[in-house]
């Protein structure tokens, strides 16, 4: 929306400065953050009085997490709101992707508030069946795929760009779509596994994001692209503003939600912000890349499934318990102990993802 005060010739030179989106990306972190920290504890104040005896907690979980009973849920409507207000107020709103991510952001929150309404009403850890969730899900992603394929330049369409190798694409025809559901599907539900402890899938969605971001910088500018030898995206450089709402507004929640946690994020927050990932991967055709810089989620996703299809097919499990941050939990490291070793992963794993734009 500032965007456009540099076209109304009001005279004043400094006007000028939000043309370019480093000022403005810059400008929706600090009005992110500025959110978060403001509305943080109200927002808490008026989820912990209607929401009563706040997140149930799973029988069968760790014993330590008997403890936080009473702690709301539902904290991501305070990330949601940060960066929704710092896209709106920063953003060029005229740009496909940035309403893209902003589409399948909304609508997967919609959806996860749905989920943590009806657990905390019902006071069971069920919520919405997950048939359902996942049928939303896709048709979301669907609707993205379609989007983000209309605005590709023609030599991209359908194209699956792979890191490391020059110039290198796969054409995709019209698996794209199944391919690009995968991805915006698996990101959201992968991040929601891994929103198990106080602060655990924050920092590295907020990692992630940043290394999205300055992906989405880079393949939106031809200059870069050429030294960088990557595939040019136009218009992906404005997603940096949405990624930095994301860690303005993660950082305020993170105030929080440090151990011991004040809210949780819910299913408002993780469904949000995993479907964001996902979406952004897709945009800028990154999404082998999302696999590597979000690769916790991706560890957390696999050892449910290797869980799940192990003890159906022997009865026994290779996890003490999943996701993988409760198999920790039950081997007796500490909590912080998980958490802070997860995001030095989560850190390495972004650097490893940016080495890609230059190895090739």
């Excluded at 379609?146 to 110039?167: N, T």
């Excluded at 105030?255 to 469904?271: C, E, Q, R």
């Excluded at 499990?317 to 996701?323: E, G, N, S």
């Amino acid at each position: 929306m500032l965007y456009w005060l540099a076209d109304l010739g009001l005279g004043w030179d400094m006007l000028n400065l939000f043309r370019y989106i480093t000022v403005r990306a810059g400008g929706a972190f600090l009005t992110s953050l500025l959110f978060g920290f403001i509305f943080g504890r109200p927002l808490i104040n008026v989820l912990r009085k209607r929401q009563g005896r706040g997140q149930p907690i799973r029988e069968d979980g760790p014993d330590g997490h008997f403890e936080k009973a009473g702690t709301p849920t539902m904290g991501g409507l305070l990330i949601v709101g940060a960066l929704l207000t710092s896209t709106l107020l920063w953003a060029r709103l005229d740009n496909p992707f940035v309403l893209l991510v902003l589409f399948v952001t909304m609508s997967y929150g919609a959806i996860g508030f749905w989920d943590d309404y009806a657990k905390v009403s019902k006071q069971s850890s069920k919520g919405v069946p997950g048939r359902i969730r996942i049928l939303l899900g896709v048709l979301i992603a669907a609707i993205a795929a379609y989007w983000a394929s209309i605005y590709h330049p023609d030599g991209l369409q359908y194209q699956l760009a792979l890191p490391i190798f020059k110039d290198t694409l796969v054409n995709l025809g019209w698996f794209f779509f199944p391919f690009a559901i995968v991805v915006i599907v698996g990101a959201a539900n992968s991040v929601n596994l891994t929103d198990g402890l106080d602060g655990l899938a924050i920092m590295p969605v907020m990692i992630a994001s940043a290394a999205l971001g300055v992906i989405a910088y880079a393949v939106g500018r031809v200059d870069f692209t050429e030294y960088l030898e990557v595939h040019y995206v136009p218009g992906t450089g404005e997603i940096l503003i949405f990624v930095m709402g994301v860690i303005g507004g993660g950082l305020g929640f993170l105030w929080y939600n440090a151990p011991p946690a004040a809210v949780f994020m819910g299913d408002t927050g993780s469904l949000a912000l995993g479907g964001a990932l996902g979406a952004i991967a897709v945009a800028t055709k990154h999404e082998i890349v999302l696999a590597v810089v979000g690769g916790i989620f991706v560890v957390e996703a696999l050892s449910v499934i290797i869980q799940v299809i192990y003890f159906r097919s022997t009865g026994k499990r290779v996890f003490l318990m999943a996701p993988i941050h409760h198999h920790y939990e039950k081997k007796g490291w500490a909590e912080p102990t998980i958490v802070i070793r997860f995001w030095i992963v989560a850190l390495i794993l972004a650097v490893v993802g940016l080495a890609t734009l230059k190895v090739r």
